[in-house]
């Protein structure tokens, strides 16, 4: 059975950062593609970061470029989202991710791509 855990979220004031953290239990680890999502109330699901289980492709959306990093630890299972210079539009329900398909780039492949999916942590960002 696969299973995405998600620790690390927290509030936090502008400028300040946190660290997520997802461990992945059963196969998903193993699947092409990870990556953190959010969503924030009353808005459509969006993507953050995504990366390729080999590590040789991380994109970012434009409004995390230069504040957020995706990595990964393959041998524990693990993927983070280091997130710096936290604005208030951060603020969100953030989701880890896996995706066992193939075929599709992991980010152009959208949200729906993914068929694994966390319980998410919050994410609240004070002005």
């Known amino acids: 059975q696969v299973q995405l855990v998600e620790v690390g979220g927290g509030s936090v004031q502008a400028g300040g950062s946190l660290r997520l953290s997802c461990t992945a239990y059963?196969?998903?680890?193993?699947?092409?593609?990870m990556g953190w999502f959010r969503q924030a109330p009353g808005k459509e699901r969006e993507g953050v970061a995504t990366?390729?289980?080999?590590?040789?492709?991380?994109v970012y959306a434009d409004s995390v470029k230069g504040r957020f990093t995706i990595s990964q630890d393959n041998p524990k299972n693990r993927l983070y989202l280091q997130m710096n210079s936290l604005k208030p539009e951060d603020t969100a329900m953030y989701y880890c991710?896996?995706?066992?398909?193939?075929?599709?780039?992991?980010?152009?492949?959208?949200?729906?791509?993914?068929?694994?999916w966390g319980q998410g942590t919050q994410v609240t960002v004070s002005s």
């Open positions: 059963g196969h998903a680890y193993s699947n092409n593609c």
């Open positions: 990366i390729t289980i080999d590590g040789d492709r991380a």
């Open positions: 991710a896996s995706s066992s398909r193939w075929g599709k780039d992991c980010w152009s492949g959208g949200w729906d791509y993914y068929n694994y």
